[in-house]
């Protein structure tokens, strides 16, 4: 979570909050230290953003403070509930807190439509890979190696580099370089039974290994 985020989370929080939350409180629910939690409280103070409070207190928001309003039409809103809602369907936890996150937020600023909804009968979660890790191994261009057994039930370790991921239906796909194939591969994420980001990276190439599999593979996913 970049630092703006976090600020961003802090205000939400406070502003929703009926009574003060602890620097600690607040440590928990954003998973990160209570020294971290002061510097952004005292960075959004700075910021003449109305917090109030102090150390062993607690923090509130002052009432009144509100973010700048963000306007969508009817048919946007109802576009964004069933988009936001739908996400429930891809088996990817940390996707689906922040969907969940995303809708309470627009919801108090724009109000939000209640009354389109999305079923969330889809993909199940993968239980030998976290889909979080690999997103941000993705935007890290960070390697993996994945314990993988393809559908003929033959296991093998490899050494991936993560590019996309295609979320299906029924199942979803990773798009990745394969060391050991020295080529892109699609891993369906049910599959892989162990996973590990490396230190290793493959900075600089993520982009134009996204762009070789959009012209050969997405147009058949």
Not at 81 to 88: D, E, H, K, M
Not at 139 to 150: D, V
Request: proline letters at 3%.
């Amino acid at each position: 979570m970049t630092r703006s985020t976090r600020m961003f989370e802090i205000i939400q929080i406070l502003r929703a909050a009926r009574q003060p939350r602890t620097a600690q409180r607040l440590a928990d629910e954003l998973e990160v230290t209570k020294r971290t939690v002061y510097r952004d409280i005292a960075a959004l103070q700075a910021m003449r953003v109305p917090v109030e409070g102090a150390a062993g207190l607690g923090y509130v928001m002052r009432s009144g403070y509100d973010l700048p309003p963000v306007n969508f039409d009817v048919e946007e809103a109802e576009a964004v509930t069933v988009g936001l809602a739908l996400i429930a369907r891809t088996g990817d936890k940390g996707l689906t807190r922040a969907a969940k996150s995303a809708a309470q937020k627009l919801a108090a600023a724009t109000g939000l439509s209640e009354t389109v909804y999305a079923s969330t009968w889809g993909v199940e979660a993968p239980t030998g890979v976290d889909l979080s890790q690999v997103r941000q191994a993705i935007r890290e261009e960070r390697k993996m190696a994945i314990a993988y057994e393809n559908g003929e039930g033959e296991q093998t370790q490899r050494v991936i580099w993560p590019i996309a991921i295609a979320y299906h239906s029924e199942v979803n796909m990773l798009a990745a370089w394969c060391e050991m194939r020295q080529d892109l591969r699609h891993f369906r994420p049910d599959r892989i039974s162990a996973a590990e980001v490396l230190d290793a990276r493959f900075a600089g190439a993520g982009d134009k290994l996204r762009q070789e599999w959009i012209k050969g593979y997405a147009d058949r996913l």
